[in-house]
């Protein structure tokens, strides 16, 4: 048994588990998906502990009870690791697939994690009547029409159900909206001239008349994120006649500190007002 | 080698888990039912069981319970055998007793692992 190990195609994570904890045994189950990896811990056929890359205990558990290909190695060693997971296989494994069916569930309602939740409601009307669960609430605020369903699990330091729980309630009650409004568009010089500053990002009329059109942004749009391979930003946005409408122009010396060349593709969407803190700042924490 | 007793009512999975299973060198019993089933334990010695949750007549998991509950067939693994996936599976299957729930499909290296795992020596301690 020490060395039980092999592919995630031939054996699922489920039936591992559950041989471990048939045979009691004690030591490191360590698994890689291909993307990412994982550990978790058995003492006595019990997982009392559980790690990746970006979370631990219960969670971690859970994260990677899901991994479907990739491969897995089982250590017999002692683990000399602090318990954080209490609960028996069974009831571990059940729970997973509680999580697994409630993911397909909220995933058949949101199947784009880069969809931006807007709440249709103000804040103090918006909860009033409705069961959530305390984590749930805490997740509400980052919906902000800014911040897509990514960029909420990562702010709120939450789960995708979690906040997708929390979605689907709002939605379910009619009092939240599911936007896109992600705008695919190619890179172009922006020609700076005697009178024109280059200090800001410029895009086709049409643009601005496709977000204005959209709840959060009716107010007028003065900043986008964009995103590109290297990295998110924000940055101030004027909105121009005679720009082609799947351009976006950017000052050129802004292009080279990016990284970015004339015909590259970034994603942009409508951010916040700018602090007064330097670009990058705003959403470095999210990319 | 060990003698396996397979319980399903199709014969078509009765045929492949008996490959897979004599390709590991053990010797298989089918039953294509929880009575035939009975039987086979009552005049064989059985070490493990491949047991499918979904039979007419009375279930796999109701044979399951029975199973361990008998003192009789201490010390013979079960594992339970479904077609479905979720929390309402995943509840009636380990709820039965079963050491394994395995959910299909099934292939052989899955057949081979826990066969090599329930079967070791430290597992039947």
Same mark, same amino acid.
């Given at each position: 048994?020490?060395?039980?190990?092999?592919?995630?195609?031939?054996?699922?994570?489920?039936?591992?588990?559950?041989?471990?904890?048939?045979?009691?045994?004690?030591?490191?189950?360590?698994?890689?998906?291909?993307?990412?990896?994982?550990?978790?811990?058995?003492?006595?056929?019990?997982?009392?502990?559980?790690?990746?890359?970006?979370?631990?205990?219960?969670?971690?558990?859970?994260?990677?009870?899901?991994?479907?290909?990739?491969?897995?190695?089982? $250590?017999?060693? #002692?683990?000399?690791?602090? %318990? *954080?997971?209490?609960?028996? +296989?069974?009831? @571990?494994?059940?729970? !997973?697939?509680?999580?697994?069916?409630?993911?397909?569930?909220?995933?058949?309602?949101?199947?784009?994690?880069?969809?931006?939740?807007?709440?249709?409601?103000?804040?103090?009307?918006?909860?009033?009547?409705?069961?959530?669960?305390?984590?749930?609430?805490?997740?509400?605020?980052?919906?902000?029409?800014? $911040?897509?369903? #990514?960029?909420?699990?990562? %702010? *709120?330091?939450?789960?995708? +159900?979690?906040? @997708?729980?929390?979605? !689907?309630?709002?939605?379910?009650?009619?009092?939240?909206?599911?936007?896109?409004?992600?705008?695919?568009?190619?890179?172009?010089?922006?020609?700076?001239?005697?009178?024109?500053?280059?200090?800001?990002?410029?895009?086709?009329?049409?643009?601005?008349?496709?977000?204005?059109?959209?709840?959060?942004?009716?107010?007028?749009?003065?900043?986008?994120?964009?995103?590109?391979?290297?990295?998110?930003?924000?940055?101030?946005?004027?909105?121009?006649?005679?720009?082609?409408?799947?351009?976006?122009?950017?000052?050129?010396?802004?292009?080279?500190?990016?990284?970015?060349?004339?015909?590259?593709?970034?994603?942009?969407?409508?951010?916040?007002?700018?602090?007064?803190?330097?670009?990058?700042?705003?959403?470095?924490?999210?990319? | 080698?060990?003698?396996?007793?397979?319980?399903?009512?199709?014969?078509?999975?009765?045929?492949?888990?008996?490959?897979?299973?004599?390709?590991?060198?053990?010797?298989?019993?089918?039953?294509?039912?929880?009575?035939?089933?009975?039987?086979?334990?009552?005049?064989?010695?059985?070490?493990?069981?491949?047991?499918?949750?979904?039979?007419?007549?009375?279930?796999?998991?109701?044979?399951?319970?029975?199973?361990?509950?008998?003192?009789?067939?201490?010390?013979?693994?079960?594992?339970?055998?479904?077609?479905?996936?979720?929390?309402?599976?995943?509840?009636?299957?380990?709820?039965?007793?079963?050491?394994?729930?395995?959910?299909?499909?099934?292939?052989?290296?899955?057949?081979?692992?826990?066969?090599?795992?329930?079967?070791?020596?430290?597992?039947?301690?």
């Amino acid at each position: 048994m020490s060395n039980l190990r092999g592919a995630l195609d031939s054996i699922s994570l489920t039936d591992v588990a559950q041989l471990l904890h048939v045979n009691r045994k004690t030591g490191m189950l360590q698994v890689n998906s291909g993307k990412v990896s994982g550990v978790l811990y058995f003492s006595s056929g019990e997982v009392i502990h559980a790690e990746t890359v970006s979370s631990r205990g219960e969670s971690a558990a859970f994260e990677i009870l899901e991994w479907v290909s990739g491969r897995f190695e089982f $250590l017999s060693t #002692q683990v000399s690791v602090p %318990a *954080s997971i209490r609960r028996t +296989v069974p009831d @571990l494994l059940m729970d !997973s697939a509680r999580i697994h069916d409630s993911r397909k569930r909220l995933n058949s309602i949101f199947p784009r994690l880069a969809a931006v939740p807007w709440p249709t409601l103000p804040a103090p009307q918006l909860l009033e009547g409705l069961k959530l669960f305390v984590e749930e609430r805490r997740i509400v605020p980052y919906f902000d029409g800014y $911040l897509d369903f #990514q960029d909420v699990m990562a %702010a *709120s330091g939450q789960n995708d +159900v979690a906040v @997708l729980q929390a979605a !689907s309630i709002l939605k379910a009650a009619g009092r939240l909206e599911v936007l896109e409004p992600d705008a695919y568009l190619t890179v172009t010089p922006l020609k700076s001239s005697l009178f024109k500053k280059g200090d800001h990002l410029e895009l086709p009329k049409a643009v601005e008349g496709w977000w204005t059109a959209l709840d959060p942004y009716r107010g007028g749009v003065r900043n986008v994120r964009m995103v590109w391979p290297k990295g998110p930003t924000v940055e101030r946005v004027e909105f121009v006649t005679g720009l082609a409408d799947k351009l976006v122009a950017i000052p050129r010396e802004l292009m080279q500190a990016w990284g970015l060349t004339e015909g590259a593709h970034v994603k942009l969407r409508p951010a916040p007002q700018l602090p007064s803190a330097p670009s990058d700042t705003l959403f470095g924490a999210l990319s | 080698m060990s003698t396996i007793l397979v319980v399903d009512d199709d014969t078509g999975v009765r045929q492949i888990l008996r490959e897979y299973i004599e390709l590991e060198g053990h010797r298989v019993i089918e039953a294509p039912n929880a009575t035939s089933a009975r039987k086979a334990l009552a005049q064989e010695t059985v070490d493990l069981i491949f047991l499918d949750v979904m039979m007419p007549g009375e279930s796999g998991t109701s044979l399951c319970h029975c199973i361990k509950d008998d003192p009789e067939c201490q010390g013979i693994k079960v594992i339970l055998i479904t077609g479905f996936e979720g929390e309402r599976a995943w509840s009636q299957g380990l709820r039965s007793g079963a050491d394994i729930f395995l959910i299909k499909p099934v292939n052989r290296q899955r057949i081979k692992v826990l066969l090599e795992e329930l079967l070791s020596p430290e597992s039947r301690r």
